[in-house]
């Protein structure tokens, strides 16, 4: 499905795990923000039975970029991410100035590789909102890429979802945000050219579209960097996300047929 306000909104579920079981569809939504849902968007929504959305972005986000437009009676669950050198706070500036000068292609590697550890207090909660739900839940960051997409990448991969399935659904972000990526690229070329008083085709477009555009070595990181720390992807729902295996195991019964 599509929302009109929101092109990265999509189901997690339908993917193979590695023993032949199946993620259910209808459960987990993952998405970008949700501000700018139309009321047909808000409609669909409700229809999907959703009545928990855990929202990544940090409350200086919020401010920024406003409130979800949401069904009524839908809980909303606060889980701000943000590294500890404030990385979060430094690309919401980049996006606002359009200076990615001190955001190098490698950048996306890093935020990757620091979600492992910065935001496992925010996965952990995740992974056990989703376990405890009776009904449909949809979480989020701003675009659906980073934080959203490492938390994707965690969850699929921790029911036995295939890492190279698991790479493809992150880069899907690239297809369903090709139109918006599109147009804000061509966005930020025009600050930029105003900025540095050149023409636009003479724009250094390296950093941004690094940003913007995705790449499996991107969501890689993450992989790497939990099994560097725990040697594997149950070692980290164990001993990085303090997961019970009973908490664990309600989590496999919920997605898993």
């Known amino acids: 499905m ?29 998405s970008g923000e949700l501000p700018r849902l139309t009321d047909e968007d808000v409609a669909q929504l ?46 919401e500036e980049a996006r606002r100035t359009a200076d990615f000068s001190s955001m190098p292609p490698s950048i996306n590697l890093e935020i990757h590789r620091l979600l492992v550890d910065n935001a496992r207090e925010q996965y952990a909660a995740l992974l056990k909102e989703i376990a405890q739900s009776k009904e449909p839940l949809v979480f989020h960051c701003s ?55 050149i023409r636009p085709d003479e724009v250094d477009m390296t950093n941004i579209e690094a940003f913007y555009i995705q790449k499996g070595e991107y969501i890689d990181a993450t992989r790497d960097e939990i099994i560097k720390q725990h040697g594997s992807i149950e070692g980290y729902i164990n001993q990085g996300l303090g997961l019970s295996a009973k908490e664990f195991n309600s989590l496999k019964e919920k997605l898993l047929q």
């Open 143 to 197: 675009h659906g890429v980073h934080r959203t997409g490492t938390a994707t990448a965690i969850l699929l991969w921790s029911l036995g979802v295939p890492w190279e399935t698991v790479r493809e659904d992150y880069l899907l972000s690239n297809k369903y945000r090709e139109a918006e990526v599109k147009k804000r690229l061509a966005q930020l070329r025009v600050l930029l050219a105003k900025k540095q008083n």
């Open 2 to 30: 599509s929302l009109t306000g929101q092109s990265n909104f999509r189901d997690v579920g339908g993917y193979k795990t590695k023993d032949g079981r199946k993620v259910k569809r209808g459960h987990v939504f993952r």
């Open 46 to 91: 409700e229809q999907l039975g959703i009545k928990t959305v855990v929202n990544f972005l940090t409350v200086v986000e919020t401010e920024s970029r406003g409130k979800d437009r949401l069904p009524q009676n839908v809980r909303e669950v606060s889980l701000p991410i943000e590294t500890e050198d404030g990385l979060a706070a430094a690309i």
